[in-house]
């Protein structure tokens, strides 16, 4: 009744039926849009305000406040890199072994105190080189106490800088701690360069070197003279025909006899393997000094299971009638079979003989020592030089003896 009033108002008014429809759609629509509207401002979480001076007690970002699941840490194994230091004082702070003869045996000690107010407890050692051993007993180290802890050092037949060793002490639960080690291999008197290098350039160089300078240094402070060089008299860089006692030389060596493409002197003799320079030092009567070139080549290994790393031995002097012995370092005689083990020395040279006395063990306990002879022969005199044979059943290796014999009557 009341649509076909209104209805009737409208016509009145000029309205038509389809525009009154079209009206009642439009307010239709306009209220879902309202509503909608209310109920999306409704669901949306208030604002957190901030009161002047303090903070909110909720987070902005919900999410930032879950904190992330972190598994426990795994448990530390003794000598790990992230253990705590140990609270131990080295006295010295490293082994000083000075300058080793060649061939030689040197034992230095050390002090391990725990400065700390816990027993510590000590594994044991590990070593950087095979050359040297360590002797210390490990256990429980108290507070204050300290215990010794000593290395011995077996130096090759190779004057050579011993400075990169180390032993290392490990603990229980604790970082290791490292000592180092400096000392050098050398005779009496040393040279430098230690070794000189023929072919500058690499082996594959056809070209020799036949002249340079040669600085020789005394190792224990007692002064020399230089008496000859490769069985000339010496040149010195100063020019002085014969200079005074010093403990420092320099000398020119001077191969020129020999062709620079061949190798060889006008009798078809080669560069010799070794330069050799006489000194008035009553422990360095002769130096040897390498003369590195493609013919001396350390020779491959083969089928051999030993081997030595040593190229040469200088000898004591001796006096006139009498031996020396000196011992060679073998590496793979322990695993060796019977035909493979060295059962004889032989010397290439009218001027000394050379024989096996026997096999030891090395102090590291992997390598054997064979223990040789060396007897001049009883007419000769000064300095000699040639190669020896070791030889086992199978095999045979060159290894050159250079030496030294008195005068008779000398000291």
Not at 356 to 363: A, M, Y
């Amino acid at each position: 009744m009341q649509v076909s009033a209104l209805q009737s108002r409208f016509h009145r008014r000029g309205l038509s039926a389809n525009a009154i429809l079209s009206l009642v759609a439009v307010g239709a629509l306009l209220l879902v849009i309202i509503y909608l509207f209310t109920s999306m401002n409704q669901d949306r979480p208030k604002r957190q305000t901030t009161p002047a001076g303090g903070s909110s007690s909720a987070p902005s970002n919900p999410a930032s406040s879950i904190a992330p699941t972190i598994p426990p840490p795994a448990p530390l194994s003794a000598g790990d890199e992230d253990d705590p230091v140990a609270l131990v004082s080295i006295l010295p702070e490293g082994f000083d072994f000075g300058v080793m003869k060649p061939g030689s045996l040197t034992r230095r000690t050390v002090e391990l105190r725990n400065d700390s107010t816990s027993a510590i407890r000590i594994l044991g050692t590990k070593r950087t080189c095979s050359c040297t051993t360590v002797e210390m007993n490990p256990g429980l180290l108290q507070p204050g106490a300290s215990m010794p802890l000593t290395a011995v050092m077996a130096a090759d037949l190779t004057p050579k800088d011993k400075n990169s060793v180390k032993v290392v002490v490990q603990y229980e639960d604790l970082a290791p701690t490292t000592i180092s080690i400096k000392g050098v291999i050398s005779h009496a008197v040393s040279s430098l360069p230690r070794d000189i290098r023929m072919h500058p350039r690499g082996y594959e160089d056809l070209t020799y070197r036949t002249e340079g300078l040669l600085t020789l240094q005394s190792m224990d402070g007692q002064p020399f003279q230089v008496t000859l060089c490769a069985g000339e008299a010496p040149v010195f860089q100063s020019g002085a025909t014969s200079p005074q006692p010093s403990i420092s030389q320099i000398i020119r060596w001077d191969m020129s006899a020999y062709d620079r493409e061949t190798g060889l002197d006008e009798s078809g003799e080669r560069i010799p393997g070794f330069l050799l320079v006489e000194t008035d030092h009553p422990d360095a009567p002769v130096i040897a000094v390498p003369l590195n070139h493609k013919i001396d080549r350390i020779q491959t290994r083969g089928e051999r299971p030993w081997f030595f790393l040593d190229r040469r031995v200088v000898l004591d002097p001796v006096d006139p009638g009498r031996s020396v012995e000196f011992l060679l370092p073998v590496n793979g005689m322990a695993s060796a079979s019977a035909d493979d083990v060295v059962n004889a020395v032989q010397a290439d040279s009218t001027k000394f003989k050379a024989e096996l006395v026997g096999i030891e063990p090395h102090v590291d306990g992997k390598r054997s020592n064979l223990r040789v002879r060396v007897t001049p022969s009883p007419d000769h005199q000064g300095v000699f030089m040639d190669k020896v044979q070791v030889m086992s059943p199978n095999h045979s290796v060159s290894f050159t003896v250079i030496g030294s014999v008195r005068e008779p009557g000398g000291s």
